[in-house]
């Protein structure tokens, strides 16, 4: 039986945490999250097996830590983990940025244990009540791993992936952030940029919102 450890339970954690649950059940599940209400709903439906404190023991016992709060929290969580954990633990993470995380894990000396990861899939929704048992069937699952890393833990982690329906890509951090930036956050800037300016005008002129069709809103 192996032991997963979630710190973060948002769109991204809950859907790998479900995931996990669904395809296997046998599985200890530990997750901590900022909002006691989340852990609840989480226990409640099943998804995970046991609330975690931020700072706790038990993330000795973990197979897996999947680091899954926005990236500067990873990065303070990472320098706790690293005394706590298991020689055999590996921790990753699912942010959408890897440059800084990375850097982190070269400074902390935990290249042995770290593989960074990306799903590629989303939604406009956000937190645990959006999250999903089938978010990554056939995406890609991007997975940076750097330096040290032991073959098998590459291959641990392409495993988890698989296993969450997606497709698993190795490919070098920055290999990662030069891409995505392109495809991803990029759009995301122009998009906010073009809402931004739509509002400041229909606040000039009263109506322009009602004009605007599904995709626009």
């Known amino acids: 039986m192996k032991t997963i450890g979630f710190i ?9 945490a479900k995931t996990i ?18 852990l609840a709903a989480a226990l409640s439906c099943n998804a995970i097996d046991a609330v975690l404190e931020e700072k706790d023991e038990r993330y000795r016992t973990c197979d897996y830590i999947f680091l899954c709060a926005p990236v500067e929290y990873n990065i303070e969580y990472l320098k706790y983990l690293k005394d706590v954990i298991s020689d055999d ?3 990753t993470d699912a942010g959408s940025v890897k440059g800084p ?8 000396g935990m290249e042995y244990c770290f593989i960074g990861g990306h799903p590629m899939a989303g939604s406009e929704q956000t937190g645990y009540k959006s999250a999903k ?15 040290n890393v ?13 296993t969450l329906g997606a497709t ?17 956050h990029v759009p995301h800037i ?9 509002k400041e005008l229909a606040d000039s002129d009263g109506y322009m919102h009602s004009f605007a069709a599904g995709g626009f809103r």
């Not at 048992?133 to 330096?147: Q, S």
């Not at 698993?168 to 991803?184: G, K, R």
């Open 168 to 184: 698993p890509v190795v490919i070098s951090p920055e290999v990662h952030d030069y891409t995505v930036a392109a495809i991803s």
């Open 133 to 147: 048992a089938h978010l990554f069937e056939n995406a890609f699952y991007i997975l940076t791993p750097i330096n």
């Open 89 to 91: 633990c590996i921790i």
């Open 101 to 108: 995380i990375h850097k982190a894990v070269e400074e902390l």
């Open 190 to 198: 122009i998009a906010s940029s073009l809402v931004n300016t739509v």
């Open 8 to 16: 973060g339970l948002g769109l991204i954690g809950g859907s790998i």
């Open 21 to 38: 649950r669904k395809f296997h059940p046998d599985y200890h599940i530990l997750a901590y999250a900022k909002h006691k209400e989340t």
């Open 150 to 162: 032991p073959q098998s833990k590459i291959d641990k982690m392409i495993n988890i992936a698989k």
